[in-house]
């Protein structure tokens, strides 16, 4: 057998979006409007997360979603029945949000008036990753089930993100999950990442989780 | 609380694809290569899947593989350590496979003398759908740990699919996965599908799955 072949493809690259993404952020900063930008694969339980993070966070913060999907209005139905304000971006086969997309729903949503926003992006490893949405921090779910290897197959995601939230951890001991190979993946590719082990279900590590964002908050309100 | 603001933002789609991709898969019929696209999400088990049907395809038919990856060759490695050939598509960033690379990693493994080949797409449940790669049969893998809403979600992908295959049914006890509901949003999207329901890892349904697809290979061939 030969030696694999290897072909290379080209990349197109968007500035006039990172542009966008820089004039948003400056503007959220003087606005002190907190905005997340979180990103996973599909299933991967940003939902979940989301109501679990939102129910401490509201306590506090006025707390808002930006929600986008491609073809329903399940996710924003289930925020809004916690009693969480959120707008929905129905993405009609987008497969990423730009920041002229989030730009729309913050001003749907009146984000003036809020402390925290999070968006939920599109269930996708590899487009969200190269568009800058705006957001002051970028957070990304790993799934236990999804392996311990992403780092090495969706290296940009892991690398553009400030924070790894590993989820579904009460399904460790059926996987061959290693989390220390996992952290020598990401001590690689991107060693200032904050990392919480996490399981939205079950509701293990969640206050860790929101304790830190509270400090984040907190810092950048003041 | 106000209603959910709904915002739709456009989809561009691209005909010259459409075009290759039917002009590739008259020469694949012609040339009686069974050109199999495989697609799911991150960590659904596309790999497993495809050493598992490949050790058994490969007993009959010649059978090869294009692996499509952002940025590692891990995949292809382990393919070919099963002993069956494989090119390795590096993307650089692309969130797909379009038809024309997809012909370049034919040209790349000689697909002429093969009977059977497989794509291993780029994890993606969004991008995938919307470009025809050319192949005869389109088959996506759904994880338990990924949840029976999904087809609601994702809808074109699970209605451009031919097969869906249910994997890792291993985890079924620990999720609230719904066999019933997911072929109920199936049989609305997409009522030809065929479904299999497979655990990759212990091996159960593989047989099922393979025999069906010997069935499709030998029709195509004659």
Redesign the interface.
């Known amino acids: 057998?030969d030696e694999?072949?290897?072909?290379?493809?080209?990349?197109e690259i968007l500035t006039d979006n990172d542009r966008a993404a820089r004039e948003l952020r400056r503007k959220l900063t003087e606005n002190k409007t907190f905005l997340v930008n979180l990103m996973s694969?599909?299933?991967?339980g940003k939902t979940t997360l989301l109501l679990q993070t939102a129910a401490v966070m509201k306590q506090t913060y006025k707390t808002g979603v930006i929600e986008a999907?491609?073809?329903?209005?399940?996710d924003?139905?289930k925020i809004?029945e916690a009693g969480v304000?959120?707008?929905?971006?129905?993405?009609?086969?987008?497969?990423h949000l730009d920041s002229l997309?989030v730009k729309?729903?913050l001003e749907?949503?009146g984000s003036d008036t809020f402390d925290l926003v999070f968006i939920e992006n599109?269930?996708?490893?590899?487009?969200p990753a190269?568009f800058d949405t705006g957001a002051i921090k970028n957070v990304m779910i790993l799934?236990v089930?999804?392996?311990d290897?992403?780092p090495?197959?969706?290296?940009?995601m892991f690398s553009t993100c400030d924070v790894l939230i590993v989820n579904?951890t009460?399904?460790l001991s059926?996987t061959d999950f290693d989390m220390d190979r996992l952290r020598g993946h990401i001590s690689r590719l991107n060693p200032t990442m904050k990392i919480f082990e996490v399981s939205a279900k079950t509701g293990q590590g969640i206050p860790q989780w929101t304790e830190w964002l509270k400090g984040e908050l907190s810092a950048f309100l003041t």
């Open positions: 057998m694999i072949k290897l072909i290379q493809i080209k990349e694969s599909p299933g991967a999907d491609i073809d329903s209005m399940v924003a139905e809004r304000e959120s707008v929905q971006l129905r993405t009609g086969g987008f497969c997309m729309q729903g749907a949503l599109v269930g996708n490893l590899v487009c190269e799934s089930p999804e392996g290897d992403k090495l197959k969706y290296p940009l579904k009460d399904m059926l």
